[in-house]
């Protein structure tokens, strides 16, 4: 079977989550199966372009497989979180959601200029966040090399936001 056949199989979907007519896809039951984890990671390896010089994740679930990643690269894996939850010196980037805004933020010291950075997170939907994360990298005089995601959902249009951050969009399995 392929990358994506396996990583749907395991997905799980969860009805009405987090309201009613959502159906969330819930990524939790991959991290039970170690050797689809490995698939996964290296399935991520094959599909990067440029060697990055660092892979940022996004808080939370872009935490797990982009240090995997990181490490499996031997190149240092930097956190994305919200406003608030780091505890040194941070730069932050505000956004629009759907009703109101968030904030996330990075350590001012994890990015050096001139990094070719890689975006990490377990699922692109509207590409809001991803596209947060590679405006606090650029503030920090770093390129987005890309971006790479678990899961897509291809029809609420998210890579059309990244786009003018980097055309290298990979997304394992798409919806």
């Known amino acids: 079977m392929s990358l994506e056949t396996n990583i749907k199989a395991a997905i799980r979907d969860v009805p009405d989550f987090p309201k009613p007519g959502i ?13 689809l984890c490995n698939e996964i990671v290296d399935g991520f390896i094959a599909s990067i372009s440029i060697k990055p010089d660092a892979i940022v994740g996004i808080e939370s679930r ?7 990643l990181a490490n499996k690269m031997n190149v240092p894996f930097v956190l994305v979180r919200k406003a608030g939850k780091l505890p040194y010196k941070t730069i932050s980037y505000e956004y629009e959601l759907e009703y109101g805004t968030a904030k996330i933020e990075m350590h001012t010291d994890s ?10 997170d ?16 650029k503030q920090q005089g770093a390129n987005v090399s890309g971006f790479n995601f678990v899961v897509g959902l291809e029809f609420l249009n998210g890579k059309q936001k990244l786009n003018i951050h980097s055309k290298n969009i990979t997304c394992l399995a798409q919806y």
């Open 23 to 35: 159906m969330f896809k819930d990524i939790t039951p991959i991290f039970e199966n170690q050797a």
């Open 62 to 68: 872009g935490f797990l497989f982009g240090l995997l």
């Open 111 to 120: 990015i050096k200029k001139g990094w070719n950075v890689l975006i990490h």
């Open 122 to 137: 377990d699922l692109l939907a509207t590409g809001g966040t991803a596209e947060a994360a590679a405006h606090l990298i």
